[in-house]
């Protein structure tokens, strides 16, 4: 059972450059969200989805957007990468935002020079 | 808005003791509190979740209390090992239940 899956696992950018983000999970699970992990912040919410078809702002959305065109799939897109977000990525999913755990992949490493 | 602190960054302690780590939020009191554990270069792994009408949840040598007065968590690993060395990270959904807080996380560091 492979739970969530990220693809790539580094990547190095230039500054304007654009790149997407990948994240699977296997676990039929409705919930899907993208952090980013920058030392001494925590993990940050960037965008959410709630199913299929739906996407939402989180805390730290600007210069991404994300899309859910299948349930066990949700893309990050960065159209013009600023140095700004060079940071690691993290998907995670969750059958809902009740009271169940979220399951991590084991994030991205992005650098953008 | 909502915050959630935890207060030490790094706690040092010695193989067979008790680590105790705390996580404090403010502003509003969310009905459950979750705590993960996540290893360099590692996603966080889910460990526990106490409801705000639990006191106290226990997964073997793991316990955790849910103190809404004092708007207080503290998270307990009982006879620690070195395996134990770690950042563990508190979370709380936010008031308007759409997402999960995460605090900056404790690293602990267990020696033998």
């Known amino acids: 059972n492979a739970g969530v899956t990220q693809t790539p696992k580094f990547r190095v950018l230039k500054t304007g450059q654009s790149m997407t983000l990948l994240c699977a999970q296997d676990?039929?699970?409705?919930?899907m969200y993208w952090y980013r992990q920058d030392p001494g912040m925590g993990l940050r919410l960037i965008h959410y989805?709630?199913?299929?078809?739906?996407?939402a702002k989180g805390e730290v959305p600007d210069g991404y957007n994300v899309s859910r065109l299948k349930k066990q799939n949700f893309l990050l897109g960065l159209e013009s990468a600023a140095p700004s977000q060079t940071s690691v990525y993290f998907c995670?999913?969750?059958?809902?935002?009740?009271?169940?755990?979220?399951?991590f992949g084991d994030g991205t490493r992005l650098s953008i020079l | 808005s909502q915050k959630i602190e935890q207060n030490s960054e790094a706690l040092n302690i010695q193989e067979g003791k008790t680590a105790t780590l705390t996580c404090n939020y403010t502003?509003?009191?969310?009905?459950?509190l979750q705590w993960y554990r996540q290893d360099p270069g590692r996603g966080p792994v889910f460990l526990l979740l106490?409801?705000?009408?639990?006191k106290e949840k226990r997964k073997e040598r793991l316990k955790v209390t849910f103190d809404t007065t004092l708007k207080q968590s503290l998270f307990h690993i009982t006879a620690s090992q070195p395996a134990d060395s770690a950042t563990y990270l508190c979370a709380l959904v936010n008031q308007a239940g759409t997402a999960l807080i995460f605090g900056k996380g404790t690293t602990l560091s267990v020696s033998s």
């Open positions: 502003n509003y009191s969310p009905a459950y």
């Open positions: 106490i409801r705000e009408n639990e």
């Open positions: 995670a999913s969750s059958y809902s935002m009740g009271f169940q755990p979220q399951h």
């Open positions: 676990m039929n699970h409705e919930y």
């Open positions: 989805s709630v199913g299929e078809g739906t996407t």
